[in-house]
């Protein structure tokens, strides 16, 4: 399998693009900056560095030239945590870039839909399966979402594969990964996987480790019996100590 992994040098795509050739698989990384990437990752040979600047620049025809031979896409894009990446411009990084290899996927004429991968957040809600909000919930997230771009950005992707690419897409079969607030671990640990949030992301929010997103979004795409049952979906997913205790 060929994977094109976007957001290769984040802080959870490093770790997607390790588990990956980890367990042998073609990876593309397209990054802005190769350097970022560490050494024993860029010494891999089953590893394609492609070095193509800001993606919001890329043409329809040459993002469709990147995925051309991929089986699928892991999309690990994000603001950066910086008052200039969380208030500046692009403000639609996350959803102009889906929507840009949405498009290019569909100018490829492959005879197997590509499967695609985005990283989101359970600060969105998917709304196919009526997950419904407190009215105090409400208020914080719509104030968030007026004040942070990077909330907007990543709820308007979300629904742009849930709206428009949908469910009966021949060439796109897709997967919107939401882990809950994150942080790093150097091991892959215990988690559990569920289809909508379990426990307050306003109020009461889990914890999730980057490397096990990236351990469940490698195991998704390379496992079929995994994919079939979360495809069109938003799994959630909290590492197993941060899940609330049994009454």
Known sequence: MTVLVVG???????????QLLDRGEQVKALVRFPEKLPETILSCENLSV???????QLSKSEMAEYLRGCDG????????????GIFGPPFKLVTDATKLICNAIDENKSKNAMKYILMNTTGH??????????????????????????????????EYLRIKIGQNNQKLEWIAV????????????????YPSPIRSA??????????????????LIINEK????????????????????KE
Not at 126 to 155: F, H, M, T, W, Y
Not at 202 to 219: L, Q, Y
């Open 226 to 245: 995994l994919w079939e049952k979360w495809k069109g979906q938003m799994p959630v997913i909290y590492n197993s100590d941060s899940l609330p205790e």
């Open 125 to 158: 809600r998917n709304r196919n399966l009526g997950e419904s909000l407190s009215l105090a919930e409400k208020c914080v997230l719509g104030i968030i979402r007026l004040l942070v771009p990077p909330q907007r950005d990543n709820e308007k992707a979300a």
């Open 178 to 193: 939401r882990p809950d607030s994150l942080y790093t671990m150097d091991e892959v640990t215990n988690y559990s996987i």
């Open 50 to 56: 492609i070095t193509a600047g800001n993606i919001l």
């Open 73 to 84: 896409v892991i999309s690990c894009l994000g603001h950066n945590l910086t008052l200039r």
């Open 8 to 18: 290769a040098t984040g802080a959870t795509g490093k770790l997607v693009v390790k």
């Open 202 to 219: 306003i109020f009461n929010p889990g914890k999730t480790s980057r490397i096990n997103v990236a351990h469940f979004m490698t195991e």
